[in-house]
């Protein structure tokens, strides 16, 4: 527990964002209880950080890059080096971040993407419907998001499982140890790729031609920045995908009204992704003071880090009145910002979308009767994410 000497006494809130107790059973209730108290607060936990908690300021803060760095966007910061471009600052930032939204997420390889999103689906829902029972999480959340990668990267889906195992352990492991295994297997098959991709004349997939091609102030990327960035959309955009998924997929298992509306209606749909990404938010990011300042009223020093949860803005009842009930018609549920806001905003936000809408109208379509299994016993956990274990379900046949 550590309170610096600058934080006054009546700003210290003891919110663990990782292990309170009140997270395994319901980490939003337990979010939305903090945007009761100051706009700003100081937690003593994980070497002490700020919390911004208000939905306003967090969307303020994710955009003010000049007195808000990027230079460690986890608290703890973990023990291994930040990817490309995420813990940059502009202007050094939109040099790699055009090589991200212009051609890795172009719009024709955006094309292809959405292809795959409804192909790699389809396959696994394929195994998936007649067994009338899954754990969502390890048969469709998280292999769903690592072969879209691997067709990112032009993989064969051979490495499916033992890609989803290392990120699993990255980012869900029990120990800071296993986080780190599971990074450095994670970052050596990367760096196996990439060697072998570049010693050849084929371009695979669609991040080696873009990360080829990419030039940065008149140069072409170095292998270690290829390598960074390749590893920066393998930490960024599987386990948010898989959590996401998941939170969705409980919501409409425990709510057969709403399942109902969504596949008579699919022009719901929609809305209810992003209502569903506000009510269920999973992102846990940080930023790092600039310089000694005072922001709403409260002295920050040079190098104090600052919580701005995605989780907690959605949940703000000064943005969302009755913030903890899915109103899929909710008018201003687009206001939330679940991929964050201003220069970092998630560059894989429309792919993400359209995962979560082909969840809700085609996976769904093929799940009858679609339950949560009657021993499930469902436990959240938090970090970068917020995120389910596991999710049983069954359906059909299986019920
Ligand atoms: C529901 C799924 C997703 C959520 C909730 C999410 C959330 C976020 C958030 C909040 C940020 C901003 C971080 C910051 O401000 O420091 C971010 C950045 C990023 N995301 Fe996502 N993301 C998702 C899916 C994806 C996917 C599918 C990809 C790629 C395949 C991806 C790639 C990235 C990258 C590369 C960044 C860093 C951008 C930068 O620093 O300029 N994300 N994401």
């Known amino acids: 527990m550590h309170v610096s000497s600058h934080v006054p006494d009546d700003l210290v809130v003891d919110f663990d964002y990782r ?164 990074y450095q297997e994670a970052f050596a098959f990367l760096g196996a790729w990439l060697d072998d991709a570049l010693a050849r004349e084929d371009d695979p997939g ?58 008579d209606d699919p022009g719901l749909v929609p809305n209810a992704v992003e209502e569903l990404l506000r009510r269920y938010g999973i992102a846990n990011i940080a930023r790092v003071v600039r310089d000694d300042m005072v922001y709403e009223g409260v002295a920050m020093r040079a190098g104090d880090l600052v919580l701005c949860s995605t989780a907690l803005a959605g949940l703000d009842a000064r943005s969302f009145p009755d913030p903890m009930t899915v109103d899929l018609d909710r008018p201003n549920a687009k206001e939330h910002m679940p991929f964050g806001a201003g220069p970092h905003i998630c560059p894989g936000a429309y792919l993400a979308r359209v995962v979560l809408k082909s969840l809700l109208t085609e996976v769904l379509a093929q799940l009858p009767g679609l339950a949560i299994a009657p021993e499930a016993r469902l436990t959240h956990v938090s970090g970068m994410t917020v995120s389910l274990t596991a999710l049983p379900l069954v359906w059909g046949a299986g019920q």
């Open 19 to 182: 292990y309170a107790d009140e997270i395994a059973g319901d980490p939003w209730a337990f979010l939305a209880r903090q945007t009761e108290g100051p706009g700003v607060f100081w937690s003593p936990r994980h070497g002490g950080h700020w919390v911004i908690a208000r939905t306003a300021l967090v969307d303020e803060v994710f955009r003010d890059h000049e007195r808000f760095s990027n230079g460690k966007v986890a608290i703890p910061a973990p023990p291994r080096p930040q990817s490309i471009p995420a813990s940059m600052d502009p202007p050094e930032h939109g040099r790699y971040r055009r090589i991200l939204s212009r051609h890795v997420f172009s719009p024709k390889a955006l094309g292809t993407l959405v292809d795959d999103v409804h192909a790699v689906g389809a396959t696994l829902m394929a195994d998936l419907a007649p067994q009338g029972r899954c754990e969502f999480v390890a048969d469709f959340a998280r292999p769903l998001p690592v072969s879209l990668l691997l067709r990112m990267l032009g993989l064969p889906e051979d490495v499916r499982d033992t890609l989803a195992l290392w990120v699993r352990q990255m980012f869900h492991g029990g120990s800071v140890d296993e986080a780190l295994a599971g």
């Open 206 to 263: 669609i991040v080696l031609p873009a990360l080829r091609a990419a030039r940065v102030q008149d140069r072409p990327l170095t292998r270690d920045e290829m390598h960074s960035m390749a590893m920066m959309l393998l930490g960024a955009g599987v386990d948010t995908v898989t959590s996401q998924m998941t939170h969705c997929m409980r919501y409409v298992a425990e709510n057969p009204a709403v399942r109902q509306r969504l596949l």
